[in-house]
C-alpha cells in the first residue's frame, strides 16, 4: 500500500485539524506508506504519518518519528522555495518528495511609543538581551519525544487580533527584526490558556523583551511562547493540558498595552499559529479592547 497526500495552504483549517484528530487515532501505517497533511506555505506545519521504523529528513536533518511513526515539520518565514522529505522505510525503500512551499506577502506594520531603551538598548541591556534570547532558543529545542500535539491547538486568549505572523516592523520610526508570532489584544489579567498540551520549559517574570515568558514544549521539536504576561503561574518542568491556565495576559516587556503575544516554533523555525486554530470568534473579533500590540 502506497498512499500520499498532499493537502494546500487552501485547506479550511478547521477540516485540518479534524483529519488529524481522525488519523491520530488510527495506527500506524504499513509497508512504504507516507502520509502528508498540513500547510505548504510559509510558516505552515505539515504532520506525517509512515510506518514504524521509517527514518526521515527534512533537508538533511534529521525529523524524530514517533514508535507509532508520526512525525511533524515546519518552514519558517522565509522559506523554500522548496523543501526535500526523505523518508528510509526499514524495507531499504526510501522515498524523495520535493515539495513546494507556497510564498506569502507580509505587510508592515509602525508601532510608536514604545519605551525607547527597548527599541534601540544600550550595550549592558543589549548584552542582557541576548542571554535571554539564548534561554528561550534553549528552551524551544527539542526535549519531549511525545506527541503532546496530537490533541490539537486552540487560541490562549480570544480578543481582536492586533499583530500577525511575519509583518515587517518600524518600532518608534526604527526598522526591526519581523513580527513572529500573533498578537491578541484582551484586557490586563485575562487568564491564558496552554493552546495545547506539554511540558513547561521556561517561566520567567522580567526578560526585557517579552516580560513574563512562558515556553510549553508540545514534543517533537514543536513548542509555544506566550509572551507579555502579568503573571506567570506555572513552573519549569510542569505538565500541562490544553486548556490549562498557565498566566495572565499583560503588557510586560516590550509592549504598547496589554495583549498575548502567541509565537510557535518547530525547531528553530518560526511558525503562524494562526494556521493551526479556528478562526477568531466573531464576537471577540469585535470586542472594543484597544489594538495593542509587539
Ligand atoms: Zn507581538
Redesign the pocket.
Known amino acids: 500500500m502506497r498512499v500520499f497526500l498532499l493537502s494546500l495552504a487552501v485547506a479550511a483549517l478547521a477540516a485540518v485539524t479534524v483529519a488529524v484528530a481522525t488519523l491520530a487515532a488510527g495506527s500506524a501505517l504499513a509497508g512504504n506508506a507516507l502520509r502528508l497533511e498540513g500547510h505548504y506555505t510559509q510558516g505552515g506545519l505539515v504532520y506525517g504519518w509512515t510506518e514504524p521504523g521509517a527514518r526521515v529528513t527534512l533537508d538533511g536533518t534529521a525529523v524524530p518519528v514517533s514508535p507509532g511513526g508520526r512525525f511533524l515539520f515546519g518552514f519558517g518565514r522565509d522559506a523554500g522555495p522548496t523543501a526535500l522529505l526523505e523518508i528510509a522505510h526499514p524495507g531499504g525503500i526510501t522515498d524523495r518528495q520535493t515539495l513546494t512551499i507556497e510564498p506569502r506577502v507580509y505587510g508592515v506594520q509602525e508601532i510608536e511609543g514604545l519605551p525607547p531603551s527597548t527599541v534601540t538598548p544600550d550595550p549592558a541591556l543589549q548584552e542582557r538581551i541576548a542571554a535571554e534570547n539564548a534561554r528561550v532558543a534553549a528552551a524551544r529545542q527539542p526535549q519531549a519525544a511525545v506527541e503532546y500535539w496530537a490533541g490539537g491547538f486552540a487560541w490562549p486568549v480570544e480578543g481582536p487580533i492586533s ?1 500577525v505572523y511575519g509583518t515587517g516592523r518600524i518600532l518608534n520610526g526604527e526598522p526591526r527584526q519581523p ?1 513572529y ?1 500573533v ?1 491578541v489584544a484582551a484586557p490586563e489579567g485575562t487568564a491564558v490558556a496552554a493552546p495545547a498540551a506539554g511540558i513547561v520549559t521556561l517561566a520567567e517574570t522580567g526578560m526585557v523583551l517579552t516580560g513574563g515568558t512562558i515556553v510549553i514544549d508540545h514534543g517533537q521539536g514543536l513548542s509555544s511562547t506566550l ?1 507579555h504576561l502579568s503573571a506567570v503561574l506555572v513552573p519549569a518542568g510542569r505538565f500541562v493540558e490544553q486548556g490549562t491556565i498557565v498566566g495572565k495576559v499583560g503588557a510586560t516587556g516590550r509592549a504598547t498595552g496589554p ?1 498575548l ?1 502567541w509565537r510557535m516554533n518547530w525547531r528553530d523555525a518560526r511558525l503562524d499559529p494562526a494556521l493551526l486554530v479556528p478562526p477568531m470568534p466573531a464576537d471577540a473579533l469585535a470586542s472594543d479592547q484597544p489594538a495593542t ?2
Do not use: W, Y
Open positions: 499583530g513580527h508570532g498578537d509572551m495583549h503575544d500590540g509587539d
